[in-house]
């Protein structure tokens, strides 16, 4: 019989971009695991992540609340205490929760992302976690006991990398980048992570399946430096083997840290293109081969169908594309579109394929709305918000889908440093912001129309239609206006949020009316 509330498993993909998986139109088949799966789920054709980067995306989805109004908008950020956690209110309600997570800006920084777990296992970290699993005893209790008192030594310096703009400045260096990216387990272990999970789901639906579990999941595999096995990058990269040229720029580029973030102040050639295409094609499909050993224990487990499946990234990826690289400054598809499936049939039908554009930020809704749990937030509800409405045909109203591209204040400082002239000539410092309508994007850069693309003609965003708006004039005028009602609302949601302490919107009469006239409360 199965029990009232299902299990979940929220599996974030990091940095990978939906473009490169054959369900979203790749040509090359480098996720045949996470395809078949997606044959039992739901997929989500247009899902935008509602930050470009780890800490205000994940903050979005474990709130659901735009970055703006979460305020998880830099690596010395905290998350106020009066905003409730999706594994907070899980928790709550009988969930044991649990992370797995090789991302260390999740894992490693203070943040009030972890908020809401039982058990939190980082392998992100010069020491990574060795999770409890069974019984506890002999040679694997005391490494534990070891592994935890030396991380009172080395999870503090950890986190100073990502506070001070001289220590990452120093870490962006050549010569200590192989040092902290492989020595100190920069992108986790992929490998080890997934054998711990799949020990853990086993172990849990052995013992304590009577207790609903929550386990959320960070795979780093797709995010620099690229490092693939042997075997994956003889299969997708083979010029790293035979060309040397294409072999000594990927040895440079993943050992100049700060070429991953910069914008291209010289475009890429067509070789190293090809080379950090390939390369992170390799990371992909090494990392979906290692996801089957998660499926393969969900299918024998008989606990597929009472499990609810979210398979998602928090961003994707730039290798070039409008002269940006990685993940820090821009909110073009190639960084915003992720993937996203969802995996439970009581409610998402397989293979149905979804072409609305909708919010990441939404997971929040539709996984407390499936553990049956209410919850209410400046006026919309779980049930409001949940992506079952999407499956329904009943979008809520007032509802708009928007990125707000915060950029990493750090990396800015790193620039100053580095590459000043930069930062004014790609507009770094600025907040970028981008709505979406039927088929169309409005974007501005510091508060000031900026782009303007028809994805459906231009899915590459190469034609800025406010160059020549001829036929979209009102498209533009609308997405503008709702842009402005957008910055209204979550602007009076941030105000109306204080860590530590709610406030009385009773004595705040301009919130009051805002959020009144925007329809966030009666």
């Not at 009577?210 to 780093?220: E, G």
């Amino acid at each position: 019989m199965a029990q009232a509330k299902p299990h979940i498993i929220f599996l974030v993909l990091d940095t990978h971009r939906a473009g490169r998986m054959s369900m979203y139109g790749y040509h090359k088949n480098t996720t045949p695991v996470l395809e078949g799966f997606s044959e039992g789920a739901t997929l989500f054709e247009h899902a935008i992540a509602p930050g470009q980067w780890t800490i205000p995306s994940h903050g979005s989805m474990f709130t659901g609340l735009y970055p703006t109004a979460h305020q998880t908008t830099q690596s010395f950020s905290t998350l106020p205490t009066n905003i409730p956690t999706l594994a907070e209110l899980l928790r709550e309600h009988g969930y044991d929760t649990v992370g797995f997570c090789n991302n260390p800006l999740i894992g490693v920084m203070d943040n009030g992302l972890k908020r809401g777990f039982s058990n939190f296992y980082n392998y992100g970290t010069t020491l990574p976690d060795m999770p409890q699993i069974g019984d506890d005893h002999g040679l694997r209790r005391l490494q534990r006991l070891t592994i935890d008192l030396l991380k009172n030594v080395t999870v503090p310096i950890e986190r100073r990398f990502g506070q001070s703009p001289l220590l990452l400045r120093l870490a962006t260096m050549p010569i200590f980048v192989p040092i902290w990216s492989r020595i100190m387990n920069f992108k986790g272990n992929t490998h080890q992570s997934l054998v711990d999970v799949t020990g853990y789901l086993r172990h849990h639906f052995a013992a304590h399946n009577d207790q609903p579990l929550f386990m959320f999941i960070n795979m780093m595999e797709t995010h620099l430096p690229y490092h693939p096995p042997p075997a994956a990058l003889d299969r997708w990269a083979p010029s790293i083997k035979h060309d040397r040229e294409a072999r000594e720029f990927l040895q440079l580029f993943n050992n100049s840290s700060y070429r991953w973030m910069a914008p291209l102040v010289e475009p890429l050639t067509e070789l190293q293109e090809r080379t950090l295409r390939d390369v992170y094609d390799a990371e992909i499909a090494y990392q979906d081969q290692e996801l089957q050993r998660v499926f393969r224990v969900l299918n024998r487990s008989g606990q597929l169908e009472n499990t609810m499946v979210v398979i998602v990234a928090d961003h994707g990826e730039s290798h070039g594309e409008h002269d940006f690289m990685g993940h820090s400054f821009s909110i073009y598809e190639e960084l915003v579109h992720v993937p996203l499936m969802i995996r439970y049939p009581q409610a998402f039908p397989a293979g149905k394929r979804i072409p609305q554009t909708i919010s990441t930020r939404r997971l929040f809704h539709t996984v407390l709305e499936a553990a049956g749990i209410a919850h209410e937030a400046f006026g919309k509800s779980v049930h409001d918000l949940s992506l079952v409405r999407t499956i329904e045909g009943k979008e809520p109203p007032l509802e708009h889908v928007v990125i707000e591209g915060y950029p990493p204040v750090n990396f800015i400082n790193v620039m100053e440093m580095n590459n000043p002239e930069a930062i004014e000539r790609f507009r770094v410092r600025e907040t970028r912001r981008a709505i979406y309508g039927d088929g169309t994007k409005l974007m501005d850069v510091g508060g000031r129309l900026d782009e303007f693309f028809d994805l459906k003609q231009d899915p590459l965003e190469l034609d800025n239609l406010l160059d020549r708006p001829q036929g979209y004039e009102n498209e533009a005028v609308r997405l503008e206006r709702e842009l402005e009602q957008f910055m209204l609302g979550v602007e009076a949601q941030r105000d109306g949020t204080k860590a530590g302490e709610r406030l009385d919107y009773s004595n705040n009469p301009e919130i009051l009316e805002r959020l009144r006239g925007l329809g966030y409360i009666e």
